[in-house]
């Protein structure tokens, strides 16, 4: 969760395996600052080729052979000259979003729409000067043509009067009191932002209504339409957090849970548990009973697995029978009658009947 965060905030995630560790596990992971990773550590080979790309070091192929991470924080070195700590790649967990081949670095997500965000946060800022001035009812002292001209000696340069509930103020001879009054905030206010905001989500990947939380201009169907779209993009992502992060993890965790003693298991073949299958988060609708009919109604036709159907709830099989399995023995032991899967029928809608012209 935390390499995530940075990969959203920084650009990329990064983390050293420390395998052997002085723990009861015997293996940890240490978060890395992506600011120690130097940019500006770039070298050639003789032919031209890369060796160091932004602090990367690579092979022929662009593949990562080790990470030159600085010693320390580059606000702190000064001039001091850099040191850096060389980790093999094999040690090195770097979880960024890879969008072109030989990206070496992550962008951060807000960097497509700075520019946009920046726009809509002067222009919101500016709105609320003017509705605040608006709402302050200023005015202005208007000197008559026929008046005397003030003496520069004894009359200030500016003249301020401020206004207070109830209070009445005498104008001097001559003076004239001009109101202004701005109408603000005005009707183009909400486009605008809106606007703004939907140019905000379309940059992020995601749906309107997911990261504004507005719901006043969606309606069942295009929600549904744009939270699809989102949860693509999503899954996308749990793809890459299982290729980047997990898949480096997992192997090399299991060996060292077994060693140390903190994971028991029943072979010594530890290859026997290192084909697992990654699985992000899932999510539910509005109105489940329809997703609940229509999986149903798949199975019924051949058309889909409760396997396949369970997988998008991100749950096993195996597993929902064996609860399923211990909750009707603990019914039994309680002599209470429950309801099973194939006991339980759906409910089927009976089209309106059609009355005869």
């Known amino acids: 969760r935390q390499l995530e965060k940075l990969r959203a905030q920084d650009g990329e995630g990064l983390a050293r ?7 009861g596990w ?19 080979n003789a032919d031209g080729t890369p060796k160091i790309v932004m602090g990367i070091e690579v092979d022929r192929w662009l593949t990562p052979v080790a990470y030159h991470f600085l010693a320390r924080h580059p606000s702190e070195s000064g001039h001091v000259a850099k040191e850096y700590v060389v980790i093999p790649a094999s040690q090195v967990i770097h979880r960024f979003r890879k969008l072109r081949k030989g990206q070496m670095r992550g962008v951060p997500d807000l960097a497509p729409v700075m520019t946009t965000l920046d726009q809509l946060s002067g222009y919101i800022e500016a709105a609320l000067v003017e509705a605040r001035t608006a ?10 043509p026929d008046a005397d001209a003030p003496d520069p000696d004894t009359t200030p340069s500016s003249k301020y009067t401020e206004a207070s509930p109830g209070s009445i103020d005498y104008l001097g001879v001559g003076e004239k009191f001009v109101g202004w ?19 905000l989500a379309t940059g992020l990947n995601v749906s309107y209504m997911g990261l504004t939380g507005d719901l006043s201009e969606n309606s069942f169907a295009s929600s549904r339409a744009g ?20 898949e480096k993890i997992y192997p090399r965790w299991l060996r060292y849970a077994t060693l140390s003693g903190q994971l028991k298991l029943e072979s010594d073949n530890l290859t026997r548990y290192e084909a697992v299958e990654w699985r992000g988060r899932s999510w539910g609708w509005v109105d489940p009973e329809k997703d609940v009919r229509s999986g149903a109604l798949a199975i019924a036709f051949g ?32 002599d209470l009658e429950i309801a099973t899967p194939s006991d339980a029928a759906l409910p089927v809608e009976e089209p309106a009947p059609v009355e005869p012209p």
């Not at 709402?135 to 008559?144: D, N, T, V, W």
């Not at 009054?181 to 140019?199: A, L, Q």
């Not at 396949?308 to 399995?325: H, N, P, S, T």
């Open 181 to 199: 009054d701005p109408k603000s905030p005005n009707g183009n206010f909400d486009p605008f932002v809106t606007k703004g905001e939907k140019m």
């Open 303 to 334: 058309l889909s697995s409760p396997q396949e159907i369970l997988a998008e709830q991100g749950k096993e099989l195996a597993d929902v029978y064996g609860d399923l399995a211990s909750a009707k023995e603990l019914a039994e032991s309680y």
């Open 17 to 23: 395996i420390h395998e052997g560790f002085d723990n």
């Open 26 to 44: 015997g293996f940890a992971l240490e978060l890395l600052d992506p600011d120690l990773l130097d940019t500006q550590l770039n070298v050639v």
């Open 135 to 144: 709402a302050a009812k200023q005015g202005f002292i208007e000197l008559s």
């Open 227 to 246: 939270m699809l779209q989102e949860r693509d993009a999503w899954r996308i992502e749990h793809s890459d957090i299982a290729t980047q992060v997990c």
